[in-house]
Nanobody
Framework: QLQLVESGGGLVQPGGSLRLSCAAS????????IGWFRQAPGKEREGVSS????????NYADSVKGRFTISRDNAKNTVYLQMNSLKPEDTAVYYC??????????????????WGQGTQVTVSS
């Protein structure tokens, strides 16, 4: 059974850092584009970052550029999202998603077929 599991969320003060992990089971991630998305209460789910299957191409939302870094370790079947200089507006449930048919590192939720259950990130003092 194809499954994505996020971990690494939690409560952090403004300016702090967290690293999220997205681990796959039941399939190999190395042929999938992986995206990170987030959804805050009362808001639509939005794309945060995505990475190509090889890791050679990445994409970031303007709101996180320069603060977040996406990476992948295909040997560990895991994708990471390093989040630095966190702000209260980064508070949301973060999801990872996988696609084996998109040809670019899209941040559009419609480009992804497989989703994890999400991990909560709260940035507050």
């Amino acid at each position: 059974q194809l499954q994505l599991v996020e971990s690494g969320g939690g409560l952090v003060q403004p300016g702090g850092s967290l690293r999220l992990s997205c681990a796959a089971s039941g399939f190999a991630l190395d042929s999938y584009v992986i995206g990170w998305f987030r959804q805050a209460p009362g808001k639509e789910r939005e794309g945060v970052s995505s990475i190509s299957s090889s890791g050679g191409s990445t994409n970031y939302a303007d709101s996180v550029k320069g603060r977040f870094t996406i990476s992948r370790d295909n040997a560990k079947n895991t994708v990471y999202l390093q989040m630095n200089s966190l702000k209260p507006e980064d508070t949301a449930v973060y999801y990872c998603a996988a696609s084996n048919w998109v040809v670019v590192t899209t941040l559009d939720t419609g480009g992804y077929d497989y989703w994890g259950q999400g991990t909560q990130v709260t940035v507050s003092s």
